[in-house]
C-alpha cells in the first residue's frame, strides 16, 4: 500500500458559487491568470438549483466513443439523466474540452511542481473540496494481482499441465 493525496468532494458542503471553476480556469490560462474563462476549467459544477443541488465534478480521461450506457441517477427523489455526473470528456459533448482547439481537458492536479494544495481546494471556502490523504494499492501489487488471477483463470479453464507448458515456452522465448 502507498499513500497517495486526493481531492475530497462533499457535495452537501457546495454551495455551487463557482469559485473552484474560476480559479482553475485562471490558473491554467497562458500566461497564468491571463484570462478567466470558466469553459476552460477541469473542474465543473452541476447546479440545479431549483433543488438546491450543486455537485462539483473534476475532469476525468477523455474517451473517444460515447458511452452506449446512459444512466439516470435519483437524488432525493429526482431523476437527473445521462451524462450529469460523468468526469470524461467525449465526443457527445463539449463540457471539459478547450473551447478553441476541442483538445479534452483533464484534471493535472495543478501540474508540475506539485502544489501544497490544488488552486481548487484552496478556493473553496466551504470545504466542499479537501485534499486528503488515501491508502492505493501499488501498481506492481495489482498488476501482481492480475496476474495470479489470470493463471487461476487459465489453469481453470486449460488445466495446469498446458498452462505450464505455455509459460515454459513463453519464458524460451
Ligand atoms: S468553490 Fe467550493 S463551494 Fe464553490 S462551487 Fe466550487 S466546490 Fe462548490
Ligand atoms: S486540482 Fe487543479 S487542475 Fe484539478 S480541477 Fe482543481 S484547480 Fe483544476
Not at 455537485?55 to 474517451?63: C, F, N, R, S, W
Not at 481548487?120 to 496476474?147: G, H, I, R, S
Not at 489470470?150 to 498446458?162: C, D, P, S
Request: glycine share 6%.
Amino acid at each position: 500500500m502507498k499513500i497517495v493525496k486526493t481531492i475530497k468532494i462533499d457535495a452537501d458542503k457546495c454551495s455551487g458559487c463557482r469559485a473552484c471553476e474560476v480559479i482553475c480556469a485562471a490558473y491554467h490560462a497562458e500566461p497564468k491568470y491571463s484570462i478567466v474563462n470558466p469553459a476552460r476549467s477541469r473542474i465543473r459544477v452541476f447546479r440545479d438549483e431549483e433543488n438546491d443541488l450543486f455537485v462539483p465534478i473534476l475532469a476525468g480521461e477523455y474517451t473517444e466513443a460515447e458511452c452506449p450506457g446512459r444512466m439516470t441517477t435519483v437524488i432525493g427523489g429526482k431523476e437527473y439523466g445521462e451524462c450529469s455526473f460523468c468526469r470524461s470528456s467525449c465526443p457527445s459533448r463539449d463540457l471539459f474540452k478547450e473551447p478553441d482547439s476541442g483538445l479534452p481537458l483533464k484534471c493535472d492536479m495543478c501540474g508540475e511542481p506539485p502544489l501544497e494544495e490544488p488552486m481548487c481546494v484552496k478556493w473553496c471556502l466551504t470545504d466542499a473540496l479537501t485534499y486528503v490523504e488515501k491508502e492505493e494499492e501499488e501498481e506492481e501489487e495489482e498488476k501482481e494481482e492480475e496476474k495470479e488471477k489470470a493463471v487461476e483463470f487459465l489453469v481453470k479453464k486449460y488445466g495446469l499441465k498446458e498452462v505450464e507448458d505455455a509459460i515454459t515456452q513463453i519464458s524460451r522465448g
